[in-house]
């Protein structure tokens, strides 16, 4: 029986195999067999023909007979990129390279496989360490994908070839495994299509669709990238440039910056600064040190003095006329202390920077107001300086070059609004405002975080300010036509942020000056004596409080206004927290 199941089984199964073979025979014959798809043609790198880095990096980045070496060859981006990348080489894979070496490094790479202005543009406020609510909006799967460890800026200061894009991927996955299960997979399948009709889905894992999207929209080859690196040259910046900015917590501020060429070279600078801060007229002088990479991109370091303590990084892109540049310059242990500054070649002709007031009330005589600029003539007349309909020159006080201080007569009929400012043939927008009256304050930033820190992390600190406003010709607040006034001088303090019962996190989170409104955060925990010994992190409220004038003499209702303010942990994720001004192994020239 079971030689008679064998005997038929094996027919059975040599029968099966004819109808195979004679079929598969059959589609041969009606149909020839289709190409194998042809490999996709590698992209061409930007070659490396610096020995200096070739020395430096060729150990690990073989180079190829165009003179391409792998991986370097196919990625553009900003000189503290190329500075985070030696960083890691030298922590993950054990580099020696020299500060020197490196610096050379760096400049070259940042000068040939740098960014052109448009792209360097686009994520300046990275380089800038600017804390900014920023929205990566042509595709919310790859900001999920990235963000999820470090800021999308990071990213978009980048430009790869799809080969280095995926091996970037590659390079996460060995290093961080969990990003698989943090960001670049799904961690469920996608729900099915809520109808037959509904468009196709799109299958793939986030991070295929990040990497289709990154190497379509940031390529390695770019027609930008294309134009400046034929028009590439060291930018000439010698001479006196007017400087305007906002020192956060203070306000404008305005002065000048004298640049020279160091001798020798094409790219280095020396830089003597000085400027006001305008309502107070404190008066502040800087020198310092500079490069500009890849024709365009400033930077910096300069110091009040000798004092290491005063020391600010300087980081401003060039326009390409090489008449303005525009950036931040900043310290503090996360960066978030710093100016906003934009500077402006002076030619011959007059110009106007601003005001200290920036706003007169109607009705008010003799209102004594300062005007920055620079080359005021020194027989400024009243007829000279025009700030509109109701606002009369009664006489020029005082002029220097850089400041000319007049009397102000304010008619009780002026038009309340901004006013435009001409002085000499030059002019400022809305140099100032004209109102009747201050109807509320508000706090800027409208949020902030700070960090405890100061025994072994640093801290930061948050830094706000009161602005006033009129409500305008409808007399109706946060509509349209409110008028700014600018900064007052607002009292400060903390309130509790109620987000769970029995909440005291003002008792623990730090303090906030009650006349500067910057907020010191506590040192970091854990702390004893609070329940479970949390860290000194929570939420509270940064209010301020104006005791407004009412303009007839008599004092008016106070005015308040609150900010929320989020004291968070220490960064503990932080690449190379040890990196400071001073630190050897930085290597981005100037900083």
Partial sequence: MRSDVRTATRALAGTALLLVTLLVNAVHTQQPA??????????????????????????????????????????????????????????????????????????????NLGLAPEEAKTASWETERRLIDYKYTASPDTEIVCIQCHSMGRVISQRRSKDEWKLLISMH????????????RRGEPLPPNPSPDAAPQDTRQPVEKAIDHLSKTFPLKTAEWTAWSATMRPARLDGTWTLSGWDLGKGAIYGSVTIAAVPGSTDEFTTTTSYRVARTGEMVSRTGRS?????????????VGTSADTALREVMLVDRDWRQMEGRWFTGGYDEIGLDVRLERISAEPRVLGTD???????????????????????????????????????????????????VDVAAAAAIG???????????????????????????????MARVGGVTFPKSFAQFE?????????????????????????????????????????????????????FTPNIEGPN??????????GDVWAVAKYDADAGDGKPAAPLRARAHLLVTVQNYMQFDPAVGPNDPRRTVRGQ
Wanted: glycine share 8%; charged share 25%; aromatic share 8%.
């Fill in 34 to 111: 289709a190409p194998a798809p042809m490999a996709e043609k590698a992209e061409e790198g930007i070659p490396i023909t610096d020995p200096t880095v070739r020395k430096a990096c060729g150990s690990c980045h073989r180079a190829d007979e165009k003179g391409q070496m792998s991986r370097i060859s196919f990625r553009r981006t900003t000189p503290e990129g190329w500075q985070t990348s030696i960083l890691r080489m030298a922590a993950l894979n054990g580099v020696q390279i020299d500060p020197a070496t490196a610096r050379e490094v760096v400049k070259y790479l940042s000068n």
């Fill in 173 to 184: 996955r060995g290093w961080y495994p969990l990003s698989d299960f943090q960001a670049f």
């Fill in 528 to 537: 004893p004596d609070r329940v479970g010994s949390r860290n000194n992190v």
């Fill in 357 to 407: 007031r920036t706003a007169l009330r109607v009705g008010a005589a003799s209102q004594e107001l300062r005007i920055y600029g620079a080359n005021l003539p020194a027989a400024l007349r009243p007829a000279d300086i025009d700030l509109g309909p109701g606002l009369t020159i009664v006489r020029v006080a005082s002029v220097t070059p850089e400041v000319a201080t007049v009397v």
């Fill in 291 to 303: 490069i500009v990479y890849t024709g365009h991109q400033w930077r910096g370091r300069s110091t």
């Fill in 418 to 448: 901004a006013r435009d400012l001409f002085v000499a043939g030059a002019s400022r927008a809305k140099a100032l405002a004209v109102f009747d009256s201050i109807d509320a304050i508000k706090v800027k930033p409208d949020w902030a």
């Fill in 466 to 518: 009161a602005w006033a406003f009129d409500n305008g010709a409808d007399g109706k607040p946060d509509t349209a036509d409110d008028i700014s006034l600018g900064l007052v001088n607002a009292s400060w303090s903390i309130e509790e942020y109620t987000a769970i019962y029995g909440d005291e996190d003002i008792k623990f989170v730090g303090a906030i000056d009650p006349a500067t409104g910057l």
